[in-house]
């Protein structure tokens, strides 16, 4: 890992920004850190991470205040990564599906997901092995956000991370509702009930699935940009419970 900027925002919280060999990727931590702190590694949908900063610096931030350190790292094919024409192509399937008004086919949804899924799962881990090496930073590991099946999978395969908050807001593999029965650890779901480009019942079936005995659906009216404030609040509450 090789740190290549490094600003204080508003005083309270350090950002820099660093790479991991090709992946590029920021860090923010509480200013002032006395022992080593607890990680969310924030997840975002493969928009780039210029474009997703303003959410990403929002939700590190409060994840300063409540004094964990904040993690996204840039996801294959975002970016200034090198694009996969397979993923492409169905990225324009699914563009035609929906303009079309027609269901997304299975098809178009794995190759769509599994990719990025089989790709970003590895980088995600590699990505914690180096900052677990950071002296401030000392584990436990939350997830937050982002793509819902990169989120099944490494709470799968990844040990470390001992909670995490999901957003059904994506497509979802048939693959991936398999693996949700593998997840245990405490889970915070959030769901925009009037979602346009999310299917309300795969959401729904996908969390009866979830196997975590502790596992909790925060459901609010208005579409997909329409996330009410408090429920970032609510996501604080629920990593302040499993991180301290």
Same mark, same amino acid.
């Given at each position: 890992m090789r740190f290549t900027t490094e600003q204080?925002?508003?005083?309270?919280?350090?950002? +820099?920004?660093?790479a991991l060999?090709?992946?590029?990727?920021?860090?923010w931590t509480p200013a002032s850190i006395s022992a080593p702190v607890p990680l969310i590694l924030l997840g975002h949908p493969p928009l780039g991470l210029r474009r997703m900063y303003p959410r990403l610096?929002?939700?590190?931030? %409060?994840?300063?205040a409540e004094g964990f350190a904040a993690a996204a790292i840039e996801l294959p094919g975002s970016g200034d990564r090198p694009r996969w024409a397979a993923v492409e192509q169905a990225r324009v399937g699914l563009r035609?599906?929906?303009?079309?008004?027609?269901?997304?086919?299975d098809e178009i949804i794995d190759a769509l997901v599994r990719p990025l899924v089989d790709k970003a799962v590895p980088e995600s881990q590699a990505a914690l092995?180096?900052?677990?090496?950071?002296?401030?930073i000392g584990g436990p590991v939350g997830y937050s956000g982002g793509v819902i099946s990169v989120g099944i999978r490494l709470a799968v395969v990844e040990p470390r991370i001992v909670a995490a908050g999901l957003f059904a807001g994506s497509f979802?593999? +048939?693959?991936?509702?398999?693996?949700?029965?593998?997840? !245990?650890?405490?889970?915070?779901?959030?769901? %925009?009930?009037?979602?346009?480009?999310?299917?309300? %019942?795969a959401a729904l079936n996908l969390f009866d699935d979830f196997?975590?005995?502790?596992? !909790?659906?925060?459901?609010n009216m208005g579409g997909h940009t329409g996330v009410p404030w408090y429920a970032g609040?609510?996501?604080?509450?629920?990593?302040?419970?499993?991180?301290r």
């Open positions: 204080r925002l508003d005083g309270d919280v350090l950002e +820099r920004k660093f060999g090709e992946i590029p990727g920021i860090l610096v929002a939700r590190a931030c %409060q994840a300063a035609r599906a929906l303009e079309a008004g027609e269901p997304v086919s092995d180096a900052l677990l090496s950071l002296p401030e979802v593999p +048939r693959l991936m509702f398999e693996q949700a029965r593998q997840v !245990t650890i405490p889970l915070h779901v959030l769901l %925009q009930w009037d979602d346009e480009s999310n299917d309300r %019942q196997g975590s005995k502790e596992k !909790t659906l925060h459901a609040e609510d996501a604080g509450r629920f990593f302040a419970r499993h991180l």
